[in-house]
């Protein structure tokens, strides 16, 4: 810098320029308004100037030109930003909504989504992958992200994404080596992410005891008479096992789940010989009363539909739900409805819910448990529940994710043709009476019961109903009174026979003698 300096101040050096340099520094300083006119100076007067005031004419003359660059090239950046945000924004509006689904590969949920969107705009894209197939990081302000690897078809498929909605169909934890997976939700909840049913829920579901707890402060609130439910002693560990409870007990070790942990006792030496198993386990334990019972009753909750269950074993195994059984969908009562709505209130609220029950011989019903949205679909419902679910999922992500709110469908149409050997399994209620003709509408249940006298319930308390395909007709009969819904138990084996008995009637003789015969038959069966 102080040889340029020296260089400029050089007056020969400046003389020695070609034409058109240091032009702006030849130029003649401008006369301010109102001084003196007097001839400009000579450029030799000019060159003997001090470089101080060549460099300040200079900055000044560059000035307007550094000005006009600097404003254009702010303007280019700030419509650089506009568009980029733009894009953005119209890339945000179109870019589907990610659900992740947690179930096994049973089930294919993305069918079940497929052409959906929500509010009409965005689209649904599913993600389905196990608990064990899944990793995930959280953070405060970034969400969760979450790295799944699945295995299809003997491809790996490596995938990370940060999900909008969660759909848990699995258990998160069990007893089982390697099957505890309540870190995943922690992380899934620490990252804010929105699910069915909420992960609060799926959380506290992680202990049945502690569900249990919950069930006991219905108990208290609603009495015994209208939430009947099953007594049970809780063990902290096999310590406290000393005293023997009344038996016959079921102990059930630990938080064990699907009929797995669980252990009828008879004998006080059978609860000593349990009692170190728990020892070995390690885990808390509870002992409950067996009841003998007649059928299980499972009642289920999705969304706004409800339906009702009974199962019976016809192994004759004390677990309904290990061997062979027989299900059957029965009348939704008002008594069952109001167990499983006041269940659905746990933990914040369950959108996906089940409560099982046991009917026992001694005409009482026992509540002995309630499941989360991992429990199993059965029936011959179960597309119309995955449905119910789809539907459920869409309505809660718009109304979490956009702020739309929709009703709810209590029942979805589905058309399943129904299979022709469970056509030939199935009997219809108005074949199965003695006459092979319609049962009366208005008739008594000691009447349905063929003379038995212990199959004659209340609606209220025995769901021992013949199924129906369709509707549960409103009235029948005289006056308007609603049929019995009890049956015994060969009349409740109905389900689509129906289409196989219409014919001409050259066949109705063989076909009512084919029928009193299997009647007889599974009457035996499941004779009290």
Not at 109 to 137: C, H, M, P, T
Request: hydrophobic share 35%.
């Amino acid at each position: 810098m102080n040889y340029l300096r020296r260089r400029l101040s050089d007056s020969s050096f400046v003389a020695n320029l070609p034409n058109g340099y240091m032009m702006d520094l030849q130029r003649p300083t401008p006369t301010p308004p109102g001084s003196s006119t007097s001839s400009p100076a000579s450029p030799a007067a000019e060159r003997r100037q001090p470089p101080s005031i060549s460099t300040q004419s200079s900055a000044s003359a560059s000035a307007p030109g550094s000005g006009n660059f600097l404003s254009s090239f702010s303007s280019v950046v700030k419509s650089a930003q506009m568009a980029q945000n733009v894009a953005a924004a119209a890339h945000a509006k179109s870019a589907p909504k990610i659900l992740l689904v947690i179930d096994d590969q049973h089930t294919d949920w993305a069918k079940y989504f497929r052409g959906k969107k929500l509010n009409g705009e965005y689209e649904i894209r599913v993600e389905q992958a196990e608990f064990s197939e899944i990793n995930l990081a959280s953070y405060v302000n970034a969400g969760c992200m979450v790295d799944m690897q699945v295995n299809k078809g003997g491809t790996k498929v490596v995938r990370s994404f940060k999900p909008d909605f969660i759909l848990i169909r699995q258990h998160a934890y069990s007893m089982i080596p390697g099957e505890d997976f309540r870190n995943l939700i922690i992380g899934l909840h620490f990252g804010g992410i929105p699910s069915i049913n909420s992960l609060f829920s799926i959380y506290n579901f992680c202990s049945k005891p502690w569900v249990f707890s919950q069930m006991i402060r219905l108990y208290h609130a609603l009495g015994p008479e209208k939430f009947p439910l099953n007594e049970q002693t809780f063990y902290p560990n096999h310590t406290q096992m000393m005293s023997t409870p009344p038996l016959p007990v079921v102990i059930k070790m630990g938080h064990a789940h699907s009929g797995i942990g669980k252990i009828k006792v008879e004998t006080q030496q059978d609860f000593q010989d349990i009692t170190s198993v728990v020892a070995l386990a390690g885990t808390y334990a509870t002992a409950e009363p067996y009841i003998l019972s007649k059928y299980d009753i499972r009642i289920q909750k999705i969304g706004n539909n409800y339906k009702a269950y009974m199962r019976t074993s016809i192994s004759g195994n004390w677990k309904a739900n290990t061997g062979s059984a027989m299900l059957e969908q029965i009348a939704m009562t008002d008594r069952y409805r109001m167990w499983v709505d006041s269940c659905a209130e746990m933990f914040g609220g369950l959108d996906i819910c089940a409560v099982k029950a046991v009917h026992g011989k001694d005409g009482n019903d026992y509540i002995i448990e309630v499941m989360d949205s991992s429990m199993p679909l059965i029936g011959e419902h179960v597309e119309e529940d995955k449905q119910l679910i789809t539907e459920l999922v869409i309505n809660k992500m718009a109304q979490v994710l956009l702020g739309v709110s929709t009703p709810l469908p209590s029942s979805v149409k589905v058309k399943t043709p129904t299979p022709h050997l469970l056509k030939l399994l199935s009997f219809n209620a108005k074949a199965l009476s003695p006459a092979g003709g319609h049962r009366s509408g208005s008739a008594s249940p000691s009447q349905s019961a063929q003379g038995s006298p212990q199959r004659a319930r209340s609606a209220t308390t025995s769901p021992s109903q013949a199924f129906q395909p369709g509707p549960i007709p409103a009235s029948s009969g005289p006056g308007g009174q609603k049929p019995s819904p009890q049956l015994n138990k060969s009349q409740s084996l109905t389900n689509t026979f129906t289409e196989t008995l219409r014919g001409n009637l050259t066949d109705d003789e063989a076909k009512a003698e084919t029928i009193r015969s299997l009647r007889q038959s599974f009457a035996s069966l499941f004779s009290d």
